[in-house]
């Protein structure tokens, strides 16, 4: 779910899974682990995430209110 953004503002940034593990402070391993769905970042991380990506929460995890789909809930 949000493994296919994170790697995509990564990307798009030209950092390497190691450079953004360091600018959240988790393990490069962590970050391949999200970008590969077998993982979620927990809430402060997330938080942090979408700081660095100036972006909200709700758009690294591909959420649109306006969708009034609350079958993921």
């Not at 990564?10 to 953004?20: A, F, G, I, K, V």
Request: glycine fraction near 4%.
């Amino acid at each position: 779910m949000i493994g296919k953004k994170l790697k995509q503002l990564r990307t798009e940034r030209r950092w390497s899974q190691s450079d953004l593990a360091r600018l959240v402070n988790v393990t490069q391993q962590a970050v391949a682990l999200w970008e590969c769905d077998k993982r979620d970042p927990d809430l402060p991380t997330l938080i942090s995430l979408a700081r660095i990506f100036g972006v909200t929460t709700d758009e690294l995890l591909d959420f649109d209110p306006a969708d009034g789909d609350r079958s993921a809930f």
